[in-house]
């Protein structure tokens, strides 16, 4: 009923900038908060950055400065603008949405299938 697709990833040599985004498609009625998580070979899955419905946002330490997170609800889709980019900053790039869809009383969490980045000269 809901399906999350990422776009935007690729190769980027360090220093260049991304920008990622993803779409919620399906019978929405809301999505409440919004974020971007990624994992690097052999390492867990970490948060990057999240937006709320209320546009505040929240930020690794370890992107702020560099990322910026954004949403249009209109779309249902949210963005990520990476500038700066590190080597350390290779992973799949993964989103997540706390939404809730029509039919249902609740929301629940909703993953995209992810995308690759790589940053490397």
């Known amino acids: 009923q809901v399906r999350l697709v990422e776009s935007g990833g690729g190769l980027v040599q360090p220093g260049g900038s991304l920008r990622l985004s993803c779409a919620a498609s399906g019978s929405i009625l809301d999505i409440n908060v919004m974020g971007w998580y990624r994992q690097a070979p052999g390492k867990q899955r970490e948060l990057v950055a999240s937006?709320?419905?209320?546009?505040?946002?929240d930020y690794a330490d370890s992107v702020k400065g560099r990322f910026t997170v954004s949403r249009d609800n209109s779309k249902n889709t949210m963005y990520l603008q990476m500038n700066g980019l590190k080597p350390e900053d290779t992973a799949v790039y993964f989103c997540k949405m706390y939404l809730k869809y029509r039919g249902t009383l609740w929301y629940s969490n909703y993953w995209g299938q992810g995308t690759l980045v790589t940053v490397s000269s």
């Open positions: 937006i709320g419905s209320d546009d505040i946002t």
